[in-house]
């Protein structure tokens, strides 16, 4: 099973209403991130947030990471209809030889 | 600063062609990637490079091949293309194996 799960799936609110999504992980991490994909580009960073903090703000994004319960949320406030992409965790799994591994990703539509 | 090139944008192939996406950076980064992306799959690691001359297998590296001769380039190649190759494909940099990756525009393939 995945490693970084995303939840949920699709979501789709209201301009100016707050967004958030979330992430599951099941090992140990270094480091968590989110990425955004608006739809036929590539991916693009959002904001990393490391295992030994518990919350990072980027502009209107506020992410949080839980350790013991092994999860994350990315917030999007007063969302905008520029917001409308595709947003991805993935996870910097501990150890030497480990990779960043991403989940599947949440839609997101905000609607005008 | 070009970032992460890929060319081509598009490409089609018929079953049994060979064909090399190209995939360049000037950020001078280490770590280089190759993903898929399929609906409902997200992103799979093909190959990875940790610096010029090092390559290593990701999750899905079969039918594909790549190599590292300089630092910036990190060509993948189909040696004999299958349908189920048909993917749109993504090759990243990073400074690092689980730091910020740098994604370029994607290369969609489709193989008839």
């Known amino acids: 099973s995945q490693q970084g799960e995303e939840d949920p799936q699709a979501l789709s609110i209201q301009e100016g209403e707050n967004a958030t999504m979330n992430c599951s992980y099941k090992?140990?991490?270094?480091?968590l991130q989110w990425y955004r994909q608006n739809s036929g580009r590539g991916l693009v960073h959002l904001i990393l947030?490391?295992?030994?903090?518990r919350e990072k703000h980027s502009g209107r994004l506020r992410v949080t990471l839980d350790t013991s319960k092994k999860s994350s949320s990315l917030l999007i406030t007063a969302s905008r209809a520029a917001d409308t992409a595709s947003y991805f965790c993935a996870t910097g799994i501990t150890g030497a030889n480990s990779k960043l591994t991403f989940g599947k990703g949440i839609t997101l539509s905000v609607r005008p | 600063n070009a970032g992460v090139t890929q060319t081509p944008k598009f490409q089609v192939l018929k079953t049994g062609q060979s064909m090399t996406l190209q995939c360049a950076q000037d950020m001078n980064h280490e770590y280089m990637s190759w993903y898929r992306q399929d609906p409902g799959m997200g992103l799979r690691l093909i190959h990875y490079s940790v610096g010029a001359g090092i390559t290593d297998q990701g999750e899905v590296p079969n039918g594909y091949n790549v190599s590292r001769s300089t630092t910036e380039d990190f060509p993948l190649r189909l040696l004999s293309a299958a349908p189920s190759q048909t993917s749109v494909y993504f090759c990243a940099s990073s400074p690092g194996r689980k730091e910020t990756q740098y994604f370029g525009p994607g290369t969609r393939l489709l193989v008839l």
């Open positions: 947030i490391r295992s030994n903090e």
């Open positions: 090992t140990s991490i270094n480091n």
